[in-house]
């Protein structure tokens, strides 16, 4: 799967993901991706990913979702792009002035 290079996510996923968890909830979601568009209607996608609704390690079948391809890599690129914000946020405040510039004074 693309983009899963730097991550970690997989050795983090219960060992019975493939085998047990991930099965159980495509086919109580009936291979449907569960996510709605804007006009509150279901996404007619059919769904090969379970997705984690709440960001972390809560495999708990309440915070898992049925998901299509598209939305699934749609959610993951604004969640890692909301990550990588935030860590350029935390280094340039390492470098941010703590007085004015003489010369803007």
């Known amino acids: 799967m693309p983009g899963w290079q730097n991550s970690d996510r997989r050795e983090r996923l219960p060992p019975d993901w493939e085998s047990k968890i ?12 569960k ?11 059919v769904a090969a990913d379970v997705d984690h609704i ?11 979702r ?16 909301a990550a990588l914000a935030a860590k350029r946020r935390r280094i340039s405040k390492k470098y941010r ?7 803007l004074m």
Do not use: F, Q
Request: proline share 5%; aromatic share 6%.
């Open 97 to 103: 002035r703590t007085e004015v510039h003489p010369g």
């Open 35 to 45: 996510v709605n568009n804007t006009y509150g209607e279901r996404c007619p996608e």
């Open 66 to 81: 049925a998901i299509c391809e598209w939305h699934h890599g749609k959610k993951s690129g604004a969640e890692g792009a």
């Open 22 to 33: 991930r099965p159980r909830i495509l086919r109580r979601d009936g291979y449907r991706c």
């Open 54 to 64: 709440r960001s972390g390690d809560d495999h708990s079948d309440d915070n898992l």
